[in-house]
Structures are given as structure tokens and as C-alpha cells.
């Protein structure tokens, strides 16, 4: 069976909160054939943005909650956590390397 080219496109809603992606996948919804929800969207929003996107969207959704990838999607992951005022939160990520230092 062949795969249409929309169904190839993942959209990346790297946006901050549910109503941008609510927004975008509604205006993507017939020409994309998934959406990614990232990191720093899922921490900031919940489990509400894959309710939200799934309702607006109709589409697939790729839920990408990677820990160990870059280093400024953990940092703004962690920062949009830090908004919920926990009194303390542990994070264990692994990494065979150093992350990169910035030049």
C-alpha cells in the first residue's frame, strides 16, 4: 500500500501552549499526517495537549518526550516544570557523552 505525501509530514508544534496548538493543528489537519508533541509542550500543558490536538487536529500524534536529546529541551522542559512549584523534582537522564558547550 502507498504512502500519500501528506502522511509523510510531521508537523512539529514546538509552540507554548494548547491554544497555538490547538490552532495549528486545526489549520494542518488536512495536510499533514501526524503531529509531534514535544518535550517542553507536554511538561508545560499536560495531558491535556494530546486531548486538544487529537480534537482539533484528527491526526496521529507523535508524543516525543526525550530526556537525553538536546540540551535546551531539557532546560526549557525543566524551567516550564519549575512553574508548578514542586518542592523538589528529579530528573535522570543518560548520555554517553558530554552534552555540547556553547562557543
Known amino acids: ?52 490536538v487529537r480534537e482539533k487536529g484528527g491526526r496521529g500524534i507523535f508524543l516525543d518526550l526525550k530526556f537525553h536529546d538536546i540540551p535546551e529541551t531539557i532546560k526549557g522542559a525543566m524551567r516550564q516544570e519549575a512553574r508548578r512549584y514542586w518542592a523538589s523534582l528529579s530528573l535522570r537522564a543518560f548520555r554517553p557523552k558530554p552534552f555540547p558547550r556553547p562557543v
Open 1 to 52: 500500500m502507498a504512502i500519500s505525501p501528506k502522511d509523510r509530514i510531521i508537523f512539529a508544534l514546538d509552540v507554548p501552549d494548547v491554544a497555538e496548538a490547538a490552532r495549528f493543528a486545526g489549520l494542518l489537519k488536512d495536510h499533514v499526517g501526524m503531529f509531534k508533541i514535544g518535550l517542553e509542550l507536554f511538561v508545560a500543558c499536560g495531558p491535556e495537549i494530546v486531548k486538544a
